[in-house]
């Protein structure tokens, strides 16, 4: 057997099953996160961002069971653990939406980090596995950064947080 049919179907690293498995978790208590932003959001009568951070909890869902399958696909067991609770308080509609953009900034630091392990270990099939995230990524802290952003010039405006409410909770019926 040459060396090249030999590494087609070599198991990955023990080390990146690890840490494959913690993020998979991670994703799972990321959508905990977003629910009891949604919860918070809703509790306060924001109910388009509460529609908002529920898309995204069952996104972060989804998130986690890619990862999920990838594993199974790869001859890993994926391991499921449990999580601290996530917060359920928060000072306000900004305080909420910019802990969620430093959410995703931790996330996107959890995949690069990740994705350092693939590489050095010449794991290429995960490389490319987890481009798709590291693309995510991007378009979460875009997304994220954007609504910080509009919601530092609104400050406490009450009209424009509704009108901005209303708007992201038709957005995310699109």
């Not at 840490?19 to 306060?44: G, R």
């Not at 109910?47 to 594993?71: C, D, P, S, T, V």
């Not at 875009?142 to 405006?157: A, G, N, P, Y």
């Amino acid at each position: 057997m040459s060396k090249l049919q030999k590494s087609a179907g070599t198991k990955m690293s023990s080390t990146l099953a690890e840490a494959l498995n913690e993020q998979m978790n991670f994703e799972f208590y990321s959508s905990h996160i977003y629910l009891a932003m949604a919860s918070y959001c809703e509790s306060k009568d924001y109910n388009g961002f509460a529609k908002f951070f529920l898309k995204h909890a069952e996104e972060e869902r989804q998130h986690g069971m890619r990862i999920y399958k990838y594993l199974q696909d790869r001859g890993e067991q994926a391991i499921i653990t449990g999580f601290e609770d996530p917060d359920n308080e928060y000072e306000s509609l900004y305080d909420v939406c910019k802990q969620a953009l430093e959410h995703e900034k931790l996330v996107t630091s959890r995949f690069y980090a990740i994705s350092d392990i693939a590489d050095s270990e010449k794991e290429y099939a995960t490389i490319s596995f987890l481009d798709w995230f590291l693309q995510e990524q991007v378009e979460e802290e875009s997304l994220f950064e954007t609504i910080v952003q509009k919601l530092s010039r609104i400050k406490d405006h009450e009209g424009a947080i509704l009108l901005y409410d209303m708007n992201i909770g038709h957005e995310e019926e699109e």
